[in-house]
Nanobody, 124 residues
Framework: QVQLVESGGGLVQAGGSLRLSCAAS????????MAWFRQAPGKEREFVAT????????YYADSVKGRFTISRDNAKNTVYLQMISLKPEDTAVYYC?????????????????WGQGTQVTVSS
């Protein structure tokens, strides 16, 4: 089992940048594919980005390609989401998630562990 704690959210102007972090407990972090999802008010939770166990495979939602970068440091049990060129439509609660499935799963239902979320607000 793994516990996830996100940090790094905040208020930023359009065009700005933020880096989210997700710290995981447990000694088997390297066995989990990790992902970021987000949920805006009144909308369903949606996929943002995912990274495979060892970081060799990445997959992004079309809406964030070229602006967001997911990475992981297995020695620090941490996954990151670097966000640049932020837009007001990126405003949401961002959630970190983990799964023991291989590859780069992109569905909410494929993830077993979730953090509590961190708020990202982009002003216009």
């Amino acid at each position: 089992q793994v516990q996830l704690v996100e940090s790094g959210g905040g208020l930023v102007q359009a065009g700005g940048s933020l880096r989210l972090s997700c710290a995981a407990s447990g000694r088997t972090f390297g066995r989990y594919a990790m992902a970021w999802f987000r949920q805006a008010p009144g909308k369903e939770r949606e996929f943002v980005a995912t990274i495979s166990w060892r970081g060799g495979a990445l997959y992004y939602a079309d809406s964030v390609k070229g602006r967001f970068t997911i990475s992981r440091d297995n020695a620090k049990n941490t996954v990151y989401l670097q966000m640049i060129s932020l837009k007001p439509e990126d405003t949401a609660v961002y959630y970190c998630a983990a799964t023991e499935r291989s590859g780069t799963p992109a569905r909410v239902t494929e993830y077993d562990y979730w953090g509590q979320g961190t708020q990202v607000t982009v002003s216009s």
